[in-house]
């Protein structure tokens, strides 16, 4: 059902066109007289005058994100369908994000970062910027050499007079984007599993970009382009919500849905776009952090490096009605395998279970789903879902809060204060 709150979602997006870009739709059709319809013009561009509506030129943002959303929900579709194998699926949303990168260079192309405070006030912190510069300036000539395209946009290397410091990434911004295209739709997926999860993740997520939209569409000490940004954010966030608490109605325990890849995929973009659109990917990453922390913890299985069954589930005891930490078995035995496993085991991250010889045979699969019934278990599947969806929340909190404290006294920067340089 993930594929009908998709379509849903992206119908929506096309029937919002008129109403965000109402101030450019001014229709000359029964009107013959230029100076009747320059006043025409005028009088309706003027009615809406400090409404703060986009600007025309991003209709083609909007729609390149619409592309790239449709062409994700395909991949989704087409992974439900015929269970496509990792390592053929993996990189497929950086191709689906095309469109977006594209408009994002055309209309855009900022690919500056600011550089953290402590880094530039740090003994030879210049230094280090400077060598890492150097890279990136030699990795562009040879991106430039090659497709003739120039993918940085300021006009010196490395701005070190003003505030806020910044370095260009050039090429190496768009590869980052790329990642967060991937890693975005991927990581919904990997933390998914039990009713009402991959949903109300998202849910949870929306309302966080939400809660950070609004402390800058609030304020009167931004400026417009990083009102635009949020407003943007908000526009995509909304309409998703609403589609989202829909299908939750039916996926919620006792599942009477499943929502599919094409759902987790579909929201993980939605993410990653208005992170790329909104110009706050790295406030992105941060919102994402249970999913990173997820994705960290699960690296020694998902790249075989520990056995890894089809499916890392939690267990369901039909008896009690409760969940329990699933198991992945262990046939062969390695020294780098071992090691992992009982150093897990010492920071308590995992449950081994050992033969008459004291040796590993059982381990809990890697995620944080099974770690939560390691650490707290058995419990209910809803109570479950609860309690991850309870984490999601809280760190989301958190890393607003983090975002808007710490994050000026590491960057010496906020657009809440500062406004955009």
């Known amino acids: 059902m993930g594929l009908v709150s998709a379509a849903t979602y992206i119908i929506l997006m096309f029937l919002l066109i008129p109403f965000i870009f109402f101030k450019y739709l001014v229709s000359f059709g029964s009107i013959s ?6 006043k025409n013009y005028i009088e309706q561009y003027q009615a809406l005058a400090n409404n703060r509506l986009f600007p025309h030129n991003k209709l083609a943002e909007y729609l390149s994100a619409i592309l790239c959303l449709q062409s994700t929900t395909l991949l989704g579709l087409l992974d439900d369908l015929f269970d496509i194998r990792w390592r053929h699926k993996f990189f497929l949303p950086a191709v689906a994000s095309l469109p977006l990168l594209i408009v994002y260079y055309v209309d855009f192309s900022v690919t500056s970062i600011v550089i ?4 530039t006030d740090a003994p030879g912190g210049y230094y280090l910027l400077n060598i890492i510069n150097w890279i990136i300036k030699h990795g562009n000539n040879l991106v430039i050499y090659i497709t003739g395209l120039s993918f940085r946009t300021l006009q010196n290397d490395y701005i070190t007079k003003e505030s806020p410091k910044l370095i260009d990434l050039g090429i190496f ?4 984007m790329s990642a967060i ?6 990581s919904i997926n990997i933390l998914a599993g039990i009713n009402g999860l991959e949903v109300g993740q998202s849910i949870i997520l929306a309302a966080i970009f939400l809660i950070n939209d609004f402390c800058y569409l609030f304020s009167n000490n931004i400026s417009q382009a990083a009102y635009d940004s949020h407003l943007l954010s908000a526009i995509f966030m909304i309409p998703f919500v609403g589609v989202s608490l829909a299908l939750l109605q039916y996926n919620w325990f006792p599942a009477r849905v499943f929502v599919g890849d ?5 929201s993980g973009m939605v993410f990653a776009i208005v992170g790329i659109l909104g110009h706050f990917s790295k406030t992105l990453m941060i919102f994402l952090l249970p999913q990173i922390i997820n994705f960290i913890y699960s690296v020694p299985q998902l790249f075989h490096i520990v056995p890894c069954p089809r499916h890392r589930l939690p267990k369901f005891n039909v008896e009690t009605g409760l969940m329990y930490p699933s198991f992945g078995e262990l046939k062969n035995q390695n020294s780098l395998t071992i090691f992992i496993l009982r150093f897990l085991e010492t920071f308590k991250l995992i449950k081994i279970e050992r033969d008459e010889k004291n040796q590993i045979v059982k381990f809990s699969n890697m995620t944080i789903i099974n770690l939560t019934l390691v650490w707290l278990g058995p419990f209910r599947e809803d109570t479950l ?3 991850l969806l309870g984490f999601q929340f809280i760190v989301g909190i958190l890393m607003i809060i983090t975002r808007h404290t710490v994050g000026p006294w590491l960057f010496g920067y906020d657009n809440l204060s500062w406004g955009v340089k």
């Open 173 to 176: 911004y768009y590869v980052y």
């Open 33 to 38: 007289n230029e100076e009747v319809m320059n």
């Open 385 to 387: 879902c609860l309690i």
């Open 116 to 119: 953290p405070k402590f880094i």
């Open 262 to 266: 094409t759902y987790c995929y579909f």
């Open 181 to 186: 295209s991937i890693f975005s739709p991927n």
